[in-house]
Protein backbone atom coordinates (compact mmCIF):
# COMPACT_ATOMS: atom_id res chain seq x y z
CA UNK A 1 0.00 0.00 0.00
CA UNK A 2 1.25 3.47 -0.91
CA UNK A 3 2.39 5.55 1.67
CA UNK A 4 1.10 8.57 0.18
CA UNK A 5 -2.69 6.69 -0.25
CA UNK A 6 -5.25 8.76 1.32
CA UNK A 7 -7.04 6.71 4.11
CA UNK A 8 -11.08 6.62 3.93
CA UNK A 9 -11.80 8.72 7.10
CA UNK A 10 -14.20 5.75 8.49
CA UNK A 11 -11.05 3.80 8.91
CA UNK A 12 -9.44 6.76 11.18
CA UNK A 13 -10.70 5.59 14.72
CA UNK A 14 -9.57 2.17 14.00
CA UNK A 15 -6.10 2.78 12.81
CA UNK A 16 -5.55 4.92 15.35
CA UNK A 17 -7.00 1.97 18.04
CA UNK A 18 -4.85 -0.89 16.44
CA UNK A 19 -1.63 1.62 16.34
CA UNK A 20 -1.45 2.40 19.78
CA UNK A 21 -2.16 -1.08 21.04
CA UNK A 22 0.84 -2.47 18.77
CA UNK A 23 2.69 0.77 20.33
CA UNK A 24 2.13 -0.41 24.26
CA UNK A 25 2.96 -3.97 23.30
CA UNK A 26 6.64 -3.31 21.62
CA UNK A 27 6.75 -0.74 24.63
CA UNK A 28 5.44 -3.77 27.27
CA UNK A 29 8.21 -6.70 25.90
CA UNK A 30 11.66 -6.98 26.34
CA UNK A 31 14.20 -9.12 25.12
CA UNK A 32 16.41 -11.48 27.77
CA UNK A 33 19.22 -8.72 27.32
CA UNK A 34 17.52 -6.18 28.32
CA UNK A 35 16.09 -8.08 31.18
CA UNK A 36 19.74 -9.09 32.56
CA UNK A 37 20.63 -5.43 31.78
CA UNK A 38 17.53 -4.47 34.13
CA UNK A 39 18.78 -7.04 36.53
CA UNK A 40 22.65 -5.81 36.84
CA UNK A 41 21.53 -2.76 38.08
CA UNK A 42 19.52 -3.91 41.32
CA UNK A 43 22.27 -6.32 41.65
CA UNK A 44 20.34 -9.58 40.63
CA UNK A 45 22.41 -12.23 38.84
CA UNK A 46 21.94 -12.59 35.28
CA UNK A 47 21.43 -17.03 36.39
CA UNK A 48 18.54 -15.75 38.42
CA UNK A 49 16.85 -13.83 35.92
CA UNK A 50 17.26 -16.53 33.19
CA UNK A 51 15.67 -19.09 35.82
CA UNK A 52 13.07 -16.61 36.99
CA UNK A 53 12.20 -15.92 32.98
CA UNK A 54 11.82 -20.34 32.47
CA UNK A 55 10.10 -20.47 35.48
CA UNK A 56 7.56 -18.10 34.07
CA UNK A 57 7.63 -19.35 30.81
CA UNK A 58 7.16 -22.81 32.42
CA UNK A 59 3.95 -21.68 34.91
CA UNK A 60 2.53 -20.19 31.70
CA UNK A 61 2.68 -23.50 29.58
CA UNK A 62 1.25 -25.23 32.52
CA UNK A 63 -1.66 -23.05 32.85
CA UNK A 64 -1.94 -23.27 29.00
CA UNK A 65 -2.00 -26.85 29.24
CA UNK A 66 -4.27 -26.72 32.90
CA UNK A 67 -6.67 -24.96 30.41
CA UNK A 68 -6.55 -27.01 27.55
CA UNK A 69 -7.36 -29.76 29.90
CA UNK A 70 -10.42 -28.11 31.10
CA UNK A 71 -11.60 -27.47 27.84
CA UNK A 72 -10.95 -31.59 26.98
CA UNK A 73 -12.54 -32.48 29.74
CA UNK A 74 -15.97 -30.02 28.77
CA UNK A 75 -15.60 -31.66 25.93
CA UNK A 76 -15.89 -35.60 26.84
CA UNK A 77 -18.37 -34.55 29.79
CA UNK A 78 -20.99 -32.65 26.61
CA UNK A 79 -20.65 -35.58 24.50
CA UNK A 80 -21.07 -38.34 27.46
CA UNK A 81 -24.15 -36.15 28.37
CA UNK A 82 -25.81 -35.96 24.77
CA UNK A 83 -24.62 -39.77 24.53
CA UNK A 84 -26.71 -40.12 27.97
CA UNK A 85 -29.79 -38.64 25.95
CA UNK A 86 -29.68 -40.19 22.87
CA UNK A 87 -29.78 -43.81 25.22
CA UNK A 88 -32.08 -42.35 27.48
CA UNK A 89 -34.53 -41.27 24.47
CA UNK A 90 -33.67 -44.75 22.71
CA UNK A 91 -34.51 -46.74 26.37
CA UNK A 92 -37.87 -44.64 26.68
CA UNK A 93 -39.05 -45.40 22.84
CA UNK A 94 -38.47 -48.93 23.20
CA UNK A 95 -40.14 -48.94 26.59
CA UNK A 96 -43.57 -46.53 24.91
CA UNK A 97 -43.45 -49.56 21.78
CA UNK A 98 -43.77 -52.16 24.24
CA UNK A 99 -46.22 -51.31 26.29
CA UNK A 100 -48.19 -49.75 23.39
CA UNK A 101 -48.40 -53.37 21.94
CA UNK A 102 -48.99 -54.79 25.18
CA UNK A 103 -52.40 -52.72 25.68
CA UNK A 104 -52.89 -53.15 22.11
CA UNK A 105 -53.31 -57.06 22.92
CA UNK A 106 -55.18 -56.53 25.95
CA UNK A 107 -57.64 -54.25 23.58
CA UNK A 108 -57.74 -57.16 21.23
CA UNK A 109 -58.38 -59.81 23.73
CA UNK A 110 -61.43 -57.79 25.06
CA UNK A 111 -62.53 -57.41 21.41
CA UNK A 112 -62.71 -61.40 21.30
CA UNK A 113 -64.55 -61.15 24.78
CA UNK A 114 -67.32 -58.70 23.30
CA UNK A 115 -67.53 -60.89 19.90
CA UNK A 116 -68.86 -63.74 22.38
CA UNK A 117 -70.63 -61.56 24.62
CA UNK A 118 -72.24 -60.40 21.58
CA UNK A 119 -73.21 -63.96 20.07
CA UNK A 120 -74.88 -64.59 23.31
CA UNK A 121 -76.90 -61.41 22.94
CA UNK A 122 -77.88 -62.24 20.04
CA UNK A 123 -79.47 -65.52 21.06
CA UNK A 124 -81.71 -63.97 23.30
CA UNK A 125 -84.10 -62.93 21.17
CA UNK A 126 -84.40 -66.17 20.12
CA UNK A 127 -84.58 -67.74 23.42
CA UNK A 128 -87.61 -65.09 23.98
CA UNK A 129 -89.03 -66.67 21.37
CA UNK A 130 -89.07 -69.67 22.48
CA UNK A 131 -90.02 -68.72 26.47
CA UNK A 132 -93.51 -66.85 24.27
CA UNK A 133 -94.20 -70.16 22.57
CA UNK A 134 -93.75 -72.70 25.21
CA UNK A 135 -94.78 -70.43 28.23
CA UNK A 136 -96.66 -67.52 27.46
CA UNK A 137 -97.62 -67.07 30.95
CA UNK A 138 -93.49 -66.31 32.24
CA UNK A 139 -93.48 -63.06 32.12
CA UNK A 140 -90.78 -62.70 34.52
CA UNK A 141 -88.60 -64.92 32.35
CA UNK A 142 -89.38 -63.17 28.92
CA UNK A 143 -89.07 -59.58 30.80
CA UNK A 144 -86.08 -60.75 32.74
CA UNK A 145 -84.49 -61.68 29.08
CA UNK A 146 -85.31 -58.43 27.05
CA UNK A 147 -83.96 -56.47 29.81
CA UNK A 148 -80.49 -58.15 30.12
CA UNK A 149 -79.92 -57.63 26.27
CA UNK A 150 -80.98 -53.82 26.31
CA UNK A 151 -78.44 -53.10 28.86
CA UNK A 152 -75.41 -54.73 26.78
CA UNK A 153 -76.62 -53.53 23.73
CA UNK A 154 -76.80 -49.89 25.58
CA UNK A 155 -73.59 -49.99 27.17
CA UNK A 156 -70.35 -48.36 26.86
CA UNK A 157 -68.19 -48.73 28.68
CA UNK A 158 -66.15 -52.38 29.24
CA UNK A 159 -67.41 -52.41 33.40
CA UNK A 160 -70.54 -51.55 31.73
CA UNK A 161 -70.33 -54.63 28.96
CA UNK A 162 -69.32 -56.97 31.43
CA UNK A 163 -72.23 -56.07 33.67
CA UNK A 164 -74.80 -56.40 31.64
CA UNK A 165 -73.10 -60.10 30.35
CA UNK A 166 -73.33 -61.12 34.10
CA UNK A 167 -77.15 -59.94 33.80
CA UNK A 168 -77.93 -61.75 30.56
CA UNK A 169 -76.00 -64.88 32.04
CA UNK A 170 -78.65 -64.84 35.04
CA UNK A 171 -81.35 -64.27 32.67
CA UNK A 172 -80.69 -67.09 30.02
CA UNK A 173 -79.77 -69.62 33.83
CA UNK A 174 -83.88 -67.97 34.74
CA UNK A 175 -84.92 -69.22 31.50
CA UNK A 176 -82.91 -72.60 31.70
CA UNK A 177 -84.08 -73.32 35.25
CA UNK A 178 -88.17 -72.91 33.36
CA UNK A 179 -87.00 -75.37 31.01
CA UNK A 180 -86.02 -77.69 32.90
CA UNK A 181 -89.53 -78.31 34.76
CA UNK A 182 -91.10 -78.05 31.36
CA UNK A 183 -91.48 -81.53 29.83
CA UNK A 184 -92.61 -79.89 25.82
CA UNK A 185 -89.62 -77.41 25.95
CA UNK A 186 -87.59 -79.95 26.62
CA UNK A 187 -89.08 -82.24 23.79
CA UNK A 188 -88.19 -79.38 21.28
CA UNK A 189 -85.97 -79.73 19.03
CA UNK A 190 -85.47 -75.79 18.80
CA UNK A 191 -84.92 -75.67 22.24
CA UNK A 192 -81.79 -78.18 22.35
CA UNK A 193 -80.62 -76.65 19.38
CA UNK A 194 -80.74 -73.68 21.49
CA UNK A 195 -78.75 -75.12 24.64
CA UNK A 196 -75.90 -76.51 22.19
CA UNK A 197 -75.82 -72.13 20.99
CA UNK A 198 -76.06 -71.82 24.37
CA UNK A 199 -73.74 -73.90 26.54
CA UNK A 200 -71.14 -73.39 23.16
CA UNK A 201 -71.47 -69.70 23.72
CA UNK A 202 -70.47 -69.66 27.40
CA UNK A 203 -67.84 -71.61 27.04
CA UNK A 204 -66.23 -69.65 24.28
CA UNK A 205 -66.82 -66.85 26.80
CA UNK A 206 -65.03 -68.22 29.52
CA UNK A 207 -62.15 -69.35 26.99
CA UNK A 208 -61.86 -65.48 25.50
CA UNK A 209 -62.30 -64.20 29.04
CA UNK A 210 -59.05 -66.28 30.52
CA UNK A 211 -56.97 -65.19 27.70
CA UNK A 212 -58.10 -61.28 28.46
CA UNK A 213 -56.99 -61.58 32.30
CA UNK A 214 -53.32 -62.89 30.98
CA UNK A 215 -53.42 -60.07 28.47
CA UNK A 216 -54.21 -57.45 31.45
CA UNK A 217 -51.94 -59.43 34.05
CA UNK A 218 -49.29 -59.16 31.88
CA UNK A 219 -49.85 -55.65 30.94
CA UNK A 220 -49.72 -54.48 34.26
CA UNK A 221 -46.84 -56.31 35.07
CA UNK A 222 -44.98 -54.54 32.45
CA UNK A 223 -46.77 -51.13 33.50
CA UNK A 224 -45.66 -51.68 36.89
CA UNK A 225 -42.75 -53.35 36.92
CA UNK A 226 -38.83 -51.23 37.77
CA UNK A 227 -38.07 -49.54 35.71
CA UNK A 228 -40.65 -49.20 33.32
CA UNK A 229 -42.61 -47.96 36.25
CA UNK A 230 -40.70 -44.83 36.27
CA UNK A 231 -41.66 -43.65 32.89
CA UNK A 232 -45.09 -45.80 32.24
CA UNK A 233 -47.59 -43.02 33.97
CA UNK A 234 -45.56 -40.16 32.00
CA UNK A 235 -46.04 -41.81 28.62
CA UNK A 236 -49.58 -41.95 29.72
CA UNK A 237 -49.84 -45.86 30.48
CA UNK A 238 -52.17 -46.90 33.93
CA UNK A 239 -52.63 -50.21 35.39
CA UNK A 240 -55.98 -51.89 34.24
CA UNK A 241 -58.29 -53.83 36.26
Do not use: C
Request: net charge negative; hydrophobic share 40%.
Amino acid sequence: MNSNSAIPEEWVPAVLEKASRLYQQQNQSYSLEQLQAAGSEVEIPAELMQQALKELKAEQAAAEQAQRQKKQVLKIAGVAAMGLAIATAVWIGGVYNSLNAARSTVDGKWAQVENQMQRRADLIPQITQVAQNFASHEKDVISALSSARETFLSAQTIAERQAADEQMKSAIAQFQTFATNSQQLQSSQLFVNLQYEIAGTENRIATERMRYNQAVADYNQSVTGFPTVIVASLLGFEPQS
